[in-house]
């Protein structure tokens, strides 16, 4: 496996980037740094791609975690940059500041704030904050599994080209539930599974799958290979219902 690992770092398919990987981040965190203390993880990936024009992209992923016995406090941080044929810049990103009561207990009470912006979407703006709480159902020595459910505030700001900017203040509940486990002693794979909805309408909403394989190279470097789908059945300005991502990236945890 670990011959066959390194090979897949120089794969990386490009196409329209989702606006919620960080909620997959988020999980990923607190599946990966689980004991009490400091933990942090920078990753790094970088793609060259020619199809019909040359398109380089860049992106850069970090995170910095404090979890006591009782708690947990979570800051991550995105930023991604994607040049087309050498002439438009398109980037993205956003920070994301999440606090976990009572972490180990199976009821935890969680709150959480985020600003992110996205070029390529035509996302100017966007700012939230939230409180929920979250359930684990079932804990073994190597999966566990839970279930999340939160009430937000959403302010956003949306433009395209030179049309008219439209701005959105909703109240949302946003939903997750999440399975995460050791596959082997060197690979981790998490699954997260989303539902974002204004209660007036439910059943228009914005749905989000997220998986990550993340492969231990050493006990300081990891090779992560992650898919995020995501279905708004009502984009505020004309943008495709589904847009998708498949990446990797290398991994520094500290």
């Known amino acids: 496996m670990r011959i066959f690992v390194p090979s897949l770092l120089f794969v990386s398919l490009l196409f329209s980037a989702p606006v919620h990987a960080q909620l997959l981040n988020v999980e990923s965190v607190r599946a990966n740094a689980d004991s009490a203390g400091w933990h942090g993880e920078l990753e790094f990936d970088l793609s060259l791609n020619r199809y019909n024009e040359q398109v380089f992209e860049f992106t850069n992923e970090s995170n910095l975690s404090y979890f006591t016995e009782r708690n947990a406090y979570m800051l991550l941080n995105s930023l991604k ?7 438009s810049l398109i980037s993205s990103g956003y920070v994301h500041l999440r606090s976990t ?8 009470p969680e709150f959480f704030t985020q600003y992110q912006y996205n070029n390529n979407l035509g996302l100017n703006h966007r700012a939230l904050g939230g409180a929920g709480i979250k359930y684990r159902f079932y804990r073994s020595d190597s999966w566990q599994a839970s279930i999340s459910t939160a009430l937000m505030y959403e302010f956003e700001e949306w433009q395209l080209a030179s049309e008219p900017s439209i701005e959105n203040e909703y109240v949302k509940t946003t939903s997750n539930i999440r399975l995460n486990g050791k596959i082997s002693d060197d690979a981790t794979f998490l699954l997260v599974g989303y539902y974002q909805a204004r209660p007036a309408q439910f059943f228009e909403a914005r749905s989000i799958l997220e998986s990550k394989l993340k492969m231990d190279l050493s006990k300081r470097i990891a090779l992560s290979i992650s898919f995020v789908a995501s279905y708004d059945a009502n984009p505020i300005i004309d943008i495709p219902q ?3 991502e498949l990446s990797n990236g290398l991994v520094i945890k500290f």
């Open 81 to 87: 940059f994607v040049n087309l044929d050498g002439n």
């Open 101 to 108: 009561l009572l972490r180990n207990e199976k009821l935890s």
């Open 242 to 244: 589904w847009t998708y």
